[in-house]
């Protein structure tokens, strides 16, 4: 019986008065033994890690990801989530560059930042527009929801792609 476990890291780039935030989800479904067979157990989403990088030129935000993608703790099972939308396109070409590899989202709409992530998360507010359209804002004194957002990326990733954990027959990158 093989299992799976995760690393996820979404990560939502500043603009002019934001921070940079990153947030890792550890997503795993280990075998268990059950009172006749060892089975799979529950699949677990927990929020692992989550920080704010102070602001700095685009070029060295993605030396300090590169860095964070190949920190030995995650690096073999692990897959990025960045926000595309305005100046996260050029950041992923930045990326590119530094042969990063991460899966680009486009937003249309117990670890130490526990509570900041709790307050962000409370912070939501939606809306709906004459358009019809919802909109859901967010924010604290000390940000705009960057971790808040940067973990609902990283969720996003481990429901909305194939990241190479498979349970099946084929072999799983990061399984035991």
Not at 109 to 126: I, T, V, W
Request: a positive charge.
């Amino acid at each position: 019986m093989t299992g799976y476990r995760r690393f996820l890291v979404g990560l939502d780039i500043a603009q002019s008065i934001d921070a940079n935030a990153f947030a890792i989800i550890l997503d795993e479904r280990v075998p268990q033994w059950t009172k006749y067979a060892q089975e799979l157990g529950p699949r677990r989403r927990v929020v692992v890690r989550a920080e704010r990088i102070s602001q700095m030129s685009y070029v060295e935000l993605a030396k300090v990801v590169r860095n964070l993608m190949l920190d030995k703790s995650i690096a073999r099972n692990s897959y990025l989530v960045v926000d595309a939308s305005g100046v996260g396109r050029a950041f992923c070409d930045l990326l590119n560059t530094r042969s990063v590899q991460h899966t680009r989202m486009q937003i249309v709409g117990d670890f130490p930042m526990r509570n900041e992530l709790q307050h962000e998360l409370e912070s939501f507010e939606a809306s709906i527009g004459t358009p019809g359209r919802m909109r859901i804002e967010g924010g604290t004194k000390a940000g705009h929801a960057d971790i808040a957002m940067a973990a609902a990326m990283a969720l996003w990733l481990s429901d909305h792609r194939t990241v190479g954990a498979h349970v099946g027959t084929s072999q799983l990158k990061g399984y035991w």
